[in-house]
Structures are given as structure tokens and as C-alpha cells.
């Protein structure tokens, strides 16, 4: 293998639990809430699916329908879709929907995966090109910078910088072409088989890990250097792309 592509969300990080994300929200508000009015609020959100990289929504109300559809492909389109799903839940202050948002960019509701730095740093020692492919409405950088994994990374390619989102073979392809890498010789790493999938099409390898929390998935990312250092090896295949 000469690169690897990475999924951000639920592959390299994990961001933080709703009620952690609404107990830094209210922190930088000055709004408060009694413990059960915060347990039973933060579980509301959960259900909505109103976390950006949590669980998603189980049901999507019509009016939020288009902002949903194209989530990933603009930042005005993503802020609505996941304010909208927010603001399905009374809170006490009407700002606390933004607050919620913005809190779930900062880079410190961002947690690396405990192997994270270990693999990218391994890959950058065996001279193997890393990218970054999400689909995702805001620019993740400053993540990891904070995280000091930014070094390890040679190119992003965000789906809201680019108009197309996974599992669009041209997202991949981008990448290639900004590593110089030919996908046959490219594994692509994620949790999504139907987005992250994508890759097949294009003649990537691809290899899926579990979307778990951090303290719960210790080393998934490891096997990745097994895969790129035994020559003939692609890694798992979905049974068809985009699948």
C-alpha cells in the first residue's frame, strides 16, 4: 500500500456524550439546570439525533427533510440540519441550540481513538501517504492540530469543500490524486460501509472498524498496519460497492 484514507468521525475520533456536549454548552452560557432536568434534557437530544458524529436521528420531520439530505455537502446546510433537530427539544434559553452547535466543533468534544497517534505515526514511518476523506459540513483541521495529529496528515478532503460526499467514488478519487497514490494501492479505513464502502468502486482496498466509544475500542485501529505492510493484502471488501 502506498496511502491510507481515514474517516474522521467514529474512526480516528469520537466526539464527546450528548450530556457531557450539553453540560459544556450550559457551561459557557451561564444557564442551569437541576440534575434531572439535565438527564432528561440530554437524553431528548439523543433521541433526536441532534449530536453531530452521535447516534443519528431515527426520524427526520419533513419540514428538515432537504437541509438533512444535503447535511454534508455545505456549512449553512449543515448548522440547519442539526439546529433544526436540536430546537425539537425545548430548552430554557432559545441561543442554547447555536451554543450546542458551535460546542460540537471545538476540539475539545473531539477525543482520538487511544491508537490513533500510534497507527498515523507508524504510517508516516513506513512512508505511506495519509488522508483524511469525511463527509462532514465544517473544517475538522484545527481538531487535530489541537490533538497534535495534524502532522501525520497529508491532505483533507472534506465532502463541504468539494460538493460530493461519500460514497461518490470522485471523493476518493480526489484523495488519490492529492497523495499521488493509485487507489489499487490505497486502503480506505472507516466505520460506514455504505459511505466509506465507496471506496470499491474505485479500486481501493477498504477495511471498516467499529463505531464504539473511546474507553470501549482500545486498539481497532492496529490491524491497519498489519494490512499495509503484507504484500497482496487489500483488506475487507464489502459485497458490493457502496454496501
Not at 439530505?69 to 446546510?77: M, P, T
Not at 433544526?84 to 430548552?91: A, E, F, I, K, Y
Not at 477525543?111 to 514511518?125: C, F, I, Q, T, W
Not at 495519509?130 to 473544517?139: E, F, K, L, P, Y
Request: glycine share 12%.
Amino acid at each position: 500500500m502506498a496511502a491510507v484514507l481515514f474517516d474522521f468521525s467514529g474512526t480516528l475520533f469520537r466526539v464527546e456524550s450528548t450530556d457531557a456536549w450539553l453540560r459544556a454548552a450550559l457551561a459557557g452560557t451561564g444557564v442551569t439546570l437541576s440534575a434531572a432536568e439535565l438527564t432528561e434534557t440530554a437524553r431528548a437530544l439523543e433521541t433526536s439525533g441532534a449530536l453531530p458524529g452521535g447516534a443519528p436521528p431515527p426520524r427526520v420531520p419533513e419540514e428538515l427533510a432537504d437541509a438533512w439530505e444535503a447535511r454534508d455537502l455545505g456549512s449553512e446546510q449543515h448548522r440547519t440540519a442539526y439546529t433544526g433537530l436540536s430546537r425539537q427539544v425545548p430548552l430554557p434559553d432559545p441561543g442554547l441550540h447555536d451554543a450546542l452547535y458551535d460546542r460540537h466543533m471545538a476540539p475539545g468534544a473531539w477525543r482520538p481513538y487511544p491508537d490513533a497517534a500510534e497507527v498515523l505515526s507508524a504510517l508516516r514511518g513506513d512512508g505511506i501517504a495519509v488522508g483524511v476523506v469525511s463527509n462532514i459540513g465544517w473544517d475538522l483541521r484545527p481538531v487535530f492540530r489541537a490533538h497534535g495529529l495534524d502532522r501525520y496528515v497529508d491532505t483533507y478532503v472534506l465532502s463541504y469543500e468539494h460538493g460530493i460526499r461519500k460514497p461518490d467514488p470522485r471523493l476518493f478519487a480526489t484523495a488519490c490524486a492529492a497523495l499521488g497514490a493509485e487507489p489499487g494501492r490505497t486502503l480506505m479505513v472507516g466505520d460506514s460501509r455504505p459511505a466509506d464502502g465507496g471506496a470499491a468502486a474505485l479500486g481501493c482496498g477498504v477495511h471498516f472498524v467499529d463505531h464504539l466509544p473511546v474507553t470501549e475500542r482500545p486498539a481497532g485501529l492496529l490491524p491497519v498496519l498489519d494490512l499495509v505492510r503484507r504484500p497482496g493484502v487489500r483488506g475487507e471488501r464489502p459485497l458490493r460497492p457502496g454496501t
